[in-house]
């Protein structure tokens, strides 16, 4: 059984107690996807590139897990971003100087739980 999601606007599984690193491959159908959060979880390792397909993302909400290394710059590319949760992370290294691609870009803010 196949199930087709790509009419879904909000992709919210933040606030449970998932243990794993983050999906890979959300963005492959997901066209018309807007906001993803994955807050407050236990996610670990780094976030996989592949967010940058998911073109109509306004909303990315990836703070306060165990998440290391760096951002991927497809991020970076995402015309209609305008609200980017990293904190309480364990990012490595400069941010990328990709982020002044994010014209819509309002801010890094603090998600409220």
């Known amino acids: 059984m196949s199930i087709n999601l790509s009419f879904l606007k909000i ?10 690193s983050v999906p890979m491959g959300i963005c492959i159908d997901l066209t018309r996807i807007r906001i993803i959060d994955f807050a407050v979880n236990h996610f670990f390792g780094r976030i996989p590139s592949g967010f940058g397909n998911c073109s109509s993302l306004e909303h990315l909400w990836l703070g306060q897990k165990f998440l290391a290394e760096d951002i991927p ?10 609200q980017l949760g990293l904190r309480d992370n364990g990012f490595s290294g400069e941010l990328s100087s990709g982020i002044g691609n994010l014209s819509d870009l309002v801010g890094l803010p603090e998600r409220s739980q």
């Open 11 to 20: 992709f919210d599984i933040s606030n449970n107690s998932f243990q794993s």
């Open 73 to 82: 710059k497809d991020i970076f590319r995402l015309p209609r971003l305008n």
